[in-house]
């Protein structure tokens, strides 16, 4: 595989940090338009917008007197939160719920709902059940197979385990995921 055709496949199953990062932008520009504005306004003499830049750096300067405890420390949590947030996105990495079909021609990405929605028929098909009683759930690493049997017919967790694997590995997907198969303990009347 070209190293052009991995940057394509990356790109498209990671999500970006754009967003994130246009939100601080938009932050940083905003108070530094309104420092600008309040420093123009005490230039002029004219009287401050909403808080003098110099009282403001003051009153910083003498944290925490003049501030009740318990917002210093809401304030504190939510600035800490907030950094949380955006140290958060710049470390993790951004999975889209999207995975990798290895083709030496082309570059192939696929939905998870898509592959959720091809592993819930073979499952179906395999059990011999409608499609409101299989639900499937796809992710980075597991598939998980929930099938709600018909009432007094007993099916074979085995057998729509391999079902579902033999699915998987036609399908070739990289990261293959692990597959897990649950039935319901209770069952649905009648079909």
């Given at each position: 595989m070209s190293r052009l055709t991995e940057?394509?496949?990356?790109?498209?199953?990671?999500?970006?940090?754009?967003?994130?990062?246009?939100?601080?932008?938009?932050?940083?520009?905003?108070l530094a338009v309104y420092g600008l504005l309040e420093a123009i306004l005490r230039a002029v003499g004219q009287p401050p917008w909403l808080i003098d830049p110099l009282t403001a750096a003051d009153r910083l300067s003498?944290?925490?007197?003049?501030?009740?405890?318990?917002?210093?420390?809401?304030?504190?949590?939510?600035?800490?939160?907030?950094?949380?947030?955006?140290?958060?996105?710049?470390?993790?990495?951004?999975?889209?719920?999207?995975?990798?079909?290895?083709?030496?021609?082309?570059?192939?990405?696929?939905?998870?709902?898509?592959i959720a929605s091809a592993l819930?028929?073979?499952?179906?098909?395999?059990?011999?059940?409608?499609r409101e009683q299989v639900m499937v759930v796809v992710s980075?690493?597991?598939?998980q197979v929930n099938v709600r049997p018909t009432s007094g017919i007993r099916?074979?967790?085995s057998h729509i385990l391999a079902a579902v694997e033999a699915e998987l590995a036609d399908m070739a997907l990289e990261p293959a995921p692990e597959v897990t198969?649950?039935?319901s303990g209770t069952g649905v009347i009648g079909v």
């Open positions: 940057r394509i496949l990356t790109r498209e199953s990671h999500s970006s940090r754009a967003p994130l990062s246009v939100v601080a932008a938009i932050l940083i520009t905003v003498r944290l925490p007197d003049g501030i009740s405890p318990v917002l210093l420390g809401a304030i504190g949590v939510l600035l800490f939160l907030l950094g949380l947030v955006f140290l958060g996105h710049a470390v993790l990495p951004g999975r889209r719920a999207r995975h990798t079909i290895a083709d030496p021609r082309v570059a192939i990405v696929v939905d998870d709902e898509v819930a028929r073979r499952a179906r098909l395999a059990a011999g059940v409608t980075a690493r597991t598939v099916l074979s967790e198969v649950k039935l």
